[in-house]
């Protein structure tokens, strides 16, 4: 039996603690369905909903700028973001994006260089060559695989430790370095390889070999186990999402909306005021304290107010989460402080009917990334304009999304690194000027900036993670049961798709326990 008008305090006002509540209102599509009847508040400090993703549009003239994230991948647990879209009705506003958008670069010795894409043979092995990696690619098949990678489910490496395993250093600096610092704002050679890509983690296990050759004996059934895995009947079927998907005319897999991310965001705030969500901005949580006869919590906002619940949902990144337990769980507040996090600076700079600057970047498809190993205090560029022409007025109009910062551990490789945390915004935007002038030739001014800092932006999931991630999570369970839930990007994927499939899992795992 459902037990009706239970009251649950949702931490936090991102895209996880507004799905939390719109699955707890709405269901999830499988399991207990009659979920609408709980009392759900949602806090959040900011004034504004959508944590991470901020949408601005410029005054008077039609430019969508995302001060945060920019897009979504439709592909893995994306399939279940678009179930999302075409339940909140708005698969009218998605946009994919465009095929201008499809070239890979990379600042290479100095140079903004494409990747070559397999379907361009002769371009790839002349890039191959030229970058002395032939023999990394011809050899991978021929390595084994060690033992502990495959008998040890604890076993984790770095990133680095495994691309360098596989295909060498050269490969791993040069290609797999980049994506981390992109992905993650990450050091590679903390990050680990089983919780940031899980899967290419299982190539390597189920097939000996990451290129799908496999030269060595028998392929193995063993796989890794990641907790958006083990719950894969909540993946809706792709023919539920086919209509959206057909939209994809030039097959990026990438999308976001007309007016940018906080469409989203927006659209669940509606559903959930709709639904009788209490909906508090403005509200910093302070504490959580067990009730007074044990059986619930009492939450405390910055002012001192106390409400009490029956269940808390925290969305809320462990570095916000592991003060409130100073005074009451020492033990809860040492397991939450294991997970580190990064700081990251996103700098937007817009050039309106600016036919010059259009012109430098619009065969630069969606941006590059930077390695390390080109000593340059930038971590990557988007051409957010290319990648959604929809988002400008015309084709003279340019849109630039430049990053900085990431994990201190850059530092080792890449003395230019800049620690954000401690920087003004207005040399953030110079360094960012500085740079678009060296490597794109941009002498003008831009229209619009806007410098955003997200300090400790995203956590950082070094080698041990998952192992991390079952210590907190088997401690919860076993002192707080599920009257304390974590969600959040803390802890199996760090992507606005995964943060989404979390809450709808744990709520999935709340329905079905309270039935
Ligand atoms: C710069 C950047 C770029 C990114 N780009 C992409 C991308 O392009 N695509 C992608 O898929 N992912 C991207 N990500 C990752 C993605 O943005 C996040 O994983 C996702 O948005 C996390 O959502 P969340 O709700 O878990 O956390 P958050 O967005 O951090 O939301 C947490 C909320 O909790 C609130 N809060 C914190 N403490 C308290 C408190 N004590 N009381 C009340 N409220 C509190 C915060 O104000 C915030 O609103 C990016 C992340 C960053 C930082």
Redesign the pocket.
């Known amino acids: 039996m459902i037990h009706n008008n239970k009251r649950i305090a949702v ?8 799905t939390a509540s719109y699955y707890l209102m709405n269901g999830v599509g499988v399991g207990t369905s009659n979920a609408n009847k709980y009392q759900i508040t949602l ?4 004034d504004r ?5 901020k949408t601005t549009k410029l005054d008077k003239q039609h430019c969508v700028v ?1 001060q ?6 439709a592909a893995g647990t994306g399939i279940n973001t678009l179930d999302l879209v075409n339940r909140l009705g708005l698969e009218n506003e998605l946009i994919f994006a465009s095929k201008k958008s499809n070239g890979k670069f990379l600042l290479l010795d100095g140079e903004i260089q494409e990747l070559p894409s397999p379907n361009k043979l002769l371009k790839s092995i002349q890039f191959v060559i030229g970058q002395g990696i032939v023999s990394s690619f011809l050899a991978e098949p021929f390595k084994k695989v060690p033992k502990d990678v495959v008998d040890k489910p604890d076993f984790d490496e770095s990133i680095h430790s495994f691309f360098k395993r596989r295909l060498g250093s050269r490969v791993a600096d040069i290609f797999v370095e980049p994506m981390c610092l992109g ?1 993650h ?1 990450g050091d590679y050679k903390k990050l680990s390889i089983r919780a940031c890509f899980p899967s290419v983690a299982n190539r390597e296990i189920s097939n000996n070999s990451l290129l799908g050759l496999n030269l060595f004996g028998e392929k193995s059934d063993k796989t890794i186990s990641t907790i958006p895995q083990q719950l894969p009947f909540l993946l809706p079927e792709k023919q539920s999402i086919k209509e959206i998907l057909d939209k994809d005319l030039d097959k990026t897999g990438v999308f976001s909306f007309e007016n940018g991310l906080n469409t989203l965001i927006s659209s669940l705030v509606e559903n959930l005021r709709a639904n009788g969500v209490k909906l508090n901005h403005s ?4 504490e959580i304290r067990t009730n007074d006869n044990g059986k619930g919590y009492k939450i405390i ?1 910055k002012d001192g107010n106390v409400e009490e619940f029956d269940q808390i949902i925290s ?3 462990f570095t ?2 592991y003060p ?1 337990f100073n005074k009451s769980d020492k033990a809860l507040e040492a397991l939450l402080r294991s997970i580190p996090y990064t700081s ?3 700098l937007n700079l817009v050039y309106k009917n600016n036919a010059s600057v259009a012109d430098k970047i619009k065969d630069k498809g969606f941006g590059y990334l930077v390695p390390s190993k080109e000593k340059v205090p930038v971590l990557g560029v988007c051409f957010d304009s290319n990648t959604f022409p929809e988002f400008i007025d015309s084709d003279k109009d340019s849109i630039i999304t430049v ?1 900085i910062g990431g994990n201190q551990g850059i530092k080792d490789r890449n003395a230019e690194w800049i620690n954000v945390d401690a920087k003004d915004k207005d040399d953030l935007l110079n360094i960012a000027k500085k740079h678009l002038k060296k490597y794109l030739d941009i002498k003008d001014e831009p229209d619009w900036t806007n410098v ?1 800092i ?1 300090q400790n ?2 956590p950082h999931y070094e080698v041990g993670h998952q192992q991390r991630i079952r210590s907190i999570q088997s401690y919860v369970e076993k002192n707080y049961g599920d009257k304390l839930v974590l ?4 802890l199996d ?7 989404i499939f ?1 809450s709808k899992s744990l709520v999935y795992n709340l329905l079905e326990n309270n039935k």
């Open positions: 931490i936090g006002g991102g895209i996880s603690g507004l806090y959040e400090k900011n909903f959508g944590g991470n993703i995302e945060g994230p920019r897009s979504i991948r992905i704002g509200t910093t949580i302070q906002d969305t809320i990144p916000s989460l409130m990251i600076s996103v990053m955003e997200y932006g995203i969600g959040g990007n803390a994927g760090v992507s606005i798709n995964d943060s979390k």
